[in-house]
């Protein structure tokens, strides 16, 4: 017997992100929707924290796309490494990934992601900020330089991709780890579900299952 699960959508839904990470999470939940980018200015402002940068870049990507689609319910999210209170971008070449990578060798880091979804016609804006704790183990430069050759870390905030090679580089996780690669699913779904633009699929249910 064919067996149906997981989410539908409901409401038409936007993701404002060109990140296959994000939409990737988005299909393997079942739901359709559809990808529009704005461009905005991702500036550190003076004295801005991380919780602020990304609840700010995620408002300002959202609102952007939702002045197109003023119908459509538009997600979304920006994402940052942060060590010690230091934002930690992509790194601008092999050599920058290595120096990141020793940086964040055998201490905490903390994973920011802001999101946004909101809806023009409804008059709706929900806003979070979700931070994952993530321990480094201790890695030498060689561990690096042949992490950092493999080309995985060079698109990457805090030049490493946890649900790739870079697995390797991290020893515990304490929060959400799809936050870590770029969205925290269980928070984002939850307002989904609130904000009535998908829904459980329970079809096999009804039938009966044997």
Known sequence: ??????????????????????QRFLKELGLKFDVQVS??????LPGESPKNYVLRLAIEKGQGVMLQR???????????????????GKPSGCDDA????????????EVWTGFCICCRSEKMRIVKAVRTKVLFRSLNRALCEAYALT??????????????RGGFLVDRI?????????????????ELLSAGVVKPITKSFKEGIH
């Open 174 to 190: 304490e929060g959400s780890y799809s936050n870590v690669i770029g969205l925290p699913v269980a928070e984002v779904v939850a």
């Open 70 to 88: 003023p119908e459509a319910f538009v997600l979304a999210a920006d994402t940052v490494v942060v060590l010690e209170g230091q934002i930690l």
């Open 1 to 22: 017997m064919t067996m149906e699960g997981g989410f539908e959508t409901i409401r038409q839904l936007v993701l404002a992100s060109a990140s296959p990470r994000r």
């Open 151 to 164: 080309g995985e870390p060079l698109d990457k905030a805090g030049s490493y991709g946890l649900q790739g």
């Open 98 to 109: 290595v120096n990141m990578l020793l940086m964040l060798s055998g201490r905490w880091h």
């Open 39 to 44: 461009s905005v200015d991702e500036e550190l």
